[in-house]
């Protein structure tokens, strides 16, 4: 073996969901340490960096890139601010690994990509749920043909926000608010994993049951429909707490359903159905997160794509747009397809 | 008590659902009996009169409604013809329990309503599932506020059309074939029931994937809103083996999940899940049929309405059409709402 590199992380975005979820999940990479922190708030950003033991805090995005212990950035602030940072990011020289929805629009999506191409570093999306053991246990039974020619699917991704994370998903439609943009991308990205199909036109629509507000949606049902025929529905919503989750593939010749299984923990169970009977197919789960940074971390060394990539993030984005637009209009939306 | 008074009932069509469920329905009444049977084929209907010990057999329409013995009719031919035959028997003074969807046009229908108003005759939909005891548990915890106030629901009734009933339903668009007014009229009025609610617009879309034929879906995936602002997602098709059934409706308080519910049978369960926990509801089984046309024949008798009125077959047909329109047209369709 030859000697360990090792890679500076910094985190762009002093969040809830780095301090739960990817501080650990970087450092359990061999070679990997978080080293740096950026929050708009210095006093943030130390308390933040004091609390996960991370070297260096700054109190701008900037300051970050110009730390020359960071190598790969990983960027966690409102949507709004996804953009701008990427492309900061790109020209500095550091890997990305962004949160979804990527950006607010199209456009500024494509530029991200761009950017982090024209530069030579990869760039990623960190759509966890296609980590998950459940859900690559789906693609491979729906992929190998187990039930068959795959006609339908349902994505339930009804849950209850947590109080704690109740700040911008409800009130900031100029920080990409909403359940569309929060989690109508994740149903897509996943769908999109298992099926390997692309959806192409959608329709649906949404709802504000008095949780969100300034013209927010905290629900919406939807319906896509893939390049390989099959429709799929969607229920997305912050406003239930008792709906469970789950995701579900029905073939000509069977049925696949995952239980429990949009959530970003590792666990959940797959049952298959078909003219044999029903059985509950073994899973071995793992950490969402550990690897998806693993695969990335490979990436960073040549060693194939992340598990999610940038484009998949446009695709992720596209579709969510399209379900938007549909809710919007009350017309079927068409998926944009931008050359990638 | 008073003397008992005997009623007879004629079939208008030599049906397959009449043999299964119906004539052992209305033989359960006391003081009912069938007692003829009229098809378009003079053979199938001596054919199937003497297989269900029914005395008289016609060719006709006609012939079967100047039979003074035929108190009632039962109508299940093929559902371009409903129209004709409701004006008939309202014409010839008889009441008139028919199959869904009540015609293939909201006209039709309104006509078929009015001429019975007019001649003084019950008419009612036969519209099942409401008289499951599953159905009627879960509008009782909705309307006793179990979950809150209800903000989705969902209806899985993605089956396999079985081989003896893949005649007319998959090729006759002019028999008002497809799946759109054989189930999706179900899952509109058993919603109706449940919510206590009126759906205003549907949006959706619908697939052929090759059991079907010209022009006729025999699969759609649609969304509904509701005047008390529930959205309700629906999954119907002919053409998947192994996807179960059930009928869920998720509030801001808990959850109902009804489990292999979109059935002839008296089967299936309810479970509740709220802060408390999930806990199995008890319900008790009964023949749906039989309590259907119980209610029916109550109301002959001027004691309540038949569990499922004309109006309401006209709006599960609304319903339907709405569905159909905005799957055809790409864009969402409100659910006409005749006066009535």
């Avoid at 998903?169 to 608010?177: E, I, T």
């Avoid at 060693?303 to 596209?318: C, F, H, I, K």
Wanted: aromatic share 4%.
């Amino acid at each position: 073996m030859g000697e360990l590199k090792q890679r500076g992380w910094g985190l762009i975005g002093a969040s809830t969901i780095a301090a739960e979820h990817m501080v650990g999940a970087i450092r359990a990479q061999r070679g990997h340490d978080v080293v740096a922190v950026a929050s708009s708030s210095a006093e943030r950003a130390g308390a933040y960096a004091g609390r996960h033991a991370i070297a260096a805090a700054y109190d701008s995005v900037a300051a970050l890139l110009a730390d020359p212990a960071v190598d790969a950035v990983y960027i966690s602030t409102t949507n709004e601010l996804h953009h701008a940072q990427v492309l900061a990011a790109a020209a500095a020289g550091k890997h990305v690994l962004c949160e979804k929805p990527l950006a607010l629009n199209l456009d500024d999506a494509l530029a991200m990509v761009k950017a982090c191409r024209d530069a030579g570093v990869v760039m990623a999306t960190n759509h966890h749920l296609r980590n998950a053991a459940t859900h690559r246990k789906m693609r491979e039974l729906v992929q190998g043909g187990a039930i068959g020619k795959p006609l339908f699917a349902r994505v339930f991704h009804a849950v209850y926000l947590p109080p704690h994370l109740q700040g911008w998903r409800l009130d900031k439609p100029g920080a990409g608010g909403g359940v569309l943009l929060d989690i109508t991308v994740h149903d897509a990205d996943t769908l999109r994993f298992i099926l390997g199909a692309e959806p192409v036109e959608a329709t649906g629509m949404s709802q504000t049951a008095g949780l969100a507000h300034e013209g927010l949606e905290d629900g919406v049902m939807a319906v896509l429909r893939f390049d390989n025929g099959v429709l799929a529905q969607l229920h997305d919503a912050f406003t239930v707490r008792h709906a469970g989750t789950g995701l579900e593939i029905h073939g000509e010749l069977g049925s696949i359903v995952g239980r429990n299984v949009m959530t970003q923990r590792p666990v959940g169970e797959v049952l298959l159905r078909t003219g044999d009977g029903e059985v509950n197919v073994p899973v071995e789960h793992e950490n969402l997160y550990v690897r998806g940074v693993a695969a990335f971390c490979a990436a960073i060394d040549g060693n194939g794509p992340p598990a999610a990539t940038a484009e998949d993030g446009v695709r992720s984005l596209a579709t969510a747009l399209a379900v938007l637009e549909a809710c919007r209009t009350a017309a079927t939306a068409r998926v944009a397809r931008p050359a990638l």
